[in-house]
């Protein structure tokens, strides 16, 4: 049995809320997000490169970009409760 899109499905609902994704990617960074933000119908995606060893799943620190329909911002190595924080006041300020 395939597995449900739950973000897709969210952000089809008619009443629709903010929809913020992740895309842990491995190669074609950003294509590969921008489609996802596209296919999914998010209002933005946090993507996250997982092919570095320093980074990500098995470490404190991350590195992430914030991608929505119009621009991109790249947030620099830091640790994940600061990148956390940083994404929290960019959603504030473009969707709140």
């Known amino acids: ?3 449900k899109d739950i973000l897709k499905e969210v952000c089809q609902l008619p009443q629709k809320p903010i929809c913020i994704g992740f895309a842990a990617e491995t190669q074609n960074l ?4 921008q489609n996802k933000l596209k296919n999914k119908g998010c209002d933005a995606i946090i993507l996250n490169d997982v092919s ?3 980074l990500g799943f098995k470490s404190d620190e991350n590195a992430v970009v914030f991608i ?3 621009s991109s911002i790249k947030l620099a190595k830091n640790s994940k409760q600061k990148l956390g924080r940083k994404i929290i006041e960019i959603i504030n300020k473009k969707f709140l």
């Open 1 to 3: 049995t395939p597995t």
């Open 30 to 33: 950003l294509e590969n997000a």
């Open 52 to 54: 570095s060893a320093d």
């Open 68 to 70: 929505d329909h119009k």
